[in-house]
């Protein structure tokens, strides 16, 4: 357990819980620092302001999660304490919003080839005020009994390549860096083993001001965590960690709190880096 989470989700981009539940969730597990962390948006954040307002027990972090298209993968760079007010970081979201709109809409036009019949329309009513994504089209698909689960609609269909291979407008990891730093945040290379070629994109990043690194990713045993400190230590990187909650896997998750990042690392960005009281 941990006190601090720095990566979690709400139903304001691809997770189930909102801010509220989530908060409340995250207190459950004495969790006294959770940064919220949507793909691509902010409006999380202050939904669980308000919230978190009277409540003593947890502080709320800015966070967000940009994807950016790096050596022909799909990175993840977590932007931490970020000002949700920054005019540049609302204006750029407002076209990713719009890109993945229009992704997603590319999607459906494909699923219906393969006799998998969606409607936009619908989605976007189920998902809110959420930018779609396809976790939305998943449960979308379960609704219909094309698939009985989230991981069958990815393995059967939405990872496959005819829907991979469907562009989509993404930031490069400078920009993304850029876009963090000008709203008063520190970037992070979220879940960093899912990379194939992770050394060559961290210098890359660590060249345009990458701040850290998960090292403490929800699932990781002591032997990766050794391997992400190493390279932390090299790169001169600050090691985070997160679980990564968003409540679509059911009990295969790990719950806010639940990982193995130390408090004192947590504490110590919280109070130096992020100037947190």
Known sequence: MSIADFHSHTNHSDGVLSPSKL??????????????????????????????????????????????????EDVHILGIGIDEYNEGLI??????????????????HMLSKKEIHLEMPKIKKKAGKATIGRPHIAQEMISKKYVSSVQEAFDNYLSKPYITKIKRH???????????????????LAHPTYLKQLNKIIETLSKDGLFGIEAYYKNYDTKTVKQMLEIANKYNLYPIGGSDYHGIHGNKEKLPGKIPLPDKIAIELIEKHLKIK
Do not use: W
């Open 170 to 188: 993404k930031l490069s990891g400078k920009k993304a860096i850029e876009m963090i730093q000008q709203a008063g945040g520190l970037s992070f």
């Open 91 to 108: 204006g750029e979201l407002k076209k990713l919003k719009e890109a993945r709109d229009n992704r997603a809409k590319e999607i459906i």
């Open 23 to 72: 908060i409340n969730l995250a207190i459950n597990n004495q969790v006294a620092y959770l940064a919220i962390t949507d793909h691509d948006t902010i409006d999380g954040i202050k939904e669980a302001r308000k919230i978190s307002k009277n409540n003593d027990d947890i502080t709320i972090i800015t966070g967000i999660e940009l994807s950016v298209d790096l050596l022909g």
